[in-house]
């Protein structure tokens, strides 16, 4: 099923409600603010799959996983007394040092591949909503074993089953180029 197939508006009738939203000026008022929230909802429904809110909450899912990795780090600077602003231990100066980078690379590089998940899935989710809420899941499942497991003090331990992460990547890629084509084909 194309994805035009699955869309509850037409984009004439979107584009339309657009349009005849209120000027900035006119928002400040409660009143208006209210209708024009209404009118953006309303917008989103008819340009978005249903199933995009599966997209939404997986999302979601990572960033509660991300206030989990913080919230690592945080009680192992404690733990391995390494404080701010100090980013990564050295162990020139700190016998714990290299368990106390294992934990904060776990998380920055989860930091560092957010944005492209996040992209990935807000594009490709538009196209193909439940599968890449699925491969969403997947991701999120396995960046937390890649964390847990780099957490050990043994890097090894990161791919044991965060290595199933770059897989999801790979799937949203796909997901997302063929929703690309789908749009240039019309």
């Known amino acids: 099923m194309k994805h035009k197939d699955r869309v509850r508006g037409s984009p004439k009738t979107t584009l339309a409600k657009l349009n005849s939203q209120p000027q900035p000026s006119q928002i400040r008022n409660p009143s208006n603010h209210s209708q024009f929230a209404f009118d953006l ?33 945080g009680k ?22 290299k ?3 294992c934990v904060q690379r776990g998380h920055q590089n989860s930091l560092e591949m957010m944005p492209v998940f996040f992209m990935l899935m807000i594009l490709g989710g538009i196209g193909y909503p439940l599968t890449c809420a699925a491969l969403g899941s997947v991701y999120t499942v396995s960046r937390y074993f890649y964390f847990t497991g780099y957490s050990t003090g043994d890097p090894e331990n990161r791919l044991k089953l965060g290595k199933y992460a770059f897989l999801a990547v790979f799937g949203l890629m796909i997901c997302n180029i063929l929703f690309a084509i789908n749009i240039v084909r019309g």
Do not use: H, I
């Open 41 to 73: 909802k309303m917008a989103a429904e008819d340009l978005l799959p249903r199933e995009y809110g599966y997209v939404v909450l997986v999302l979601v899912s990572y960033c509660f996983l991300n206030f989990f990795m913080a919230f690592s780090v």
């Open 76 to 97: 192992a600077r404690k733990k391995y007394k390494v404080f701010f602003p100090t980013l990564y231990a050295l162990e020139s100066e700190n016998k714990d040092a």
């Open 99 to 101: 368990l106390f980078n």
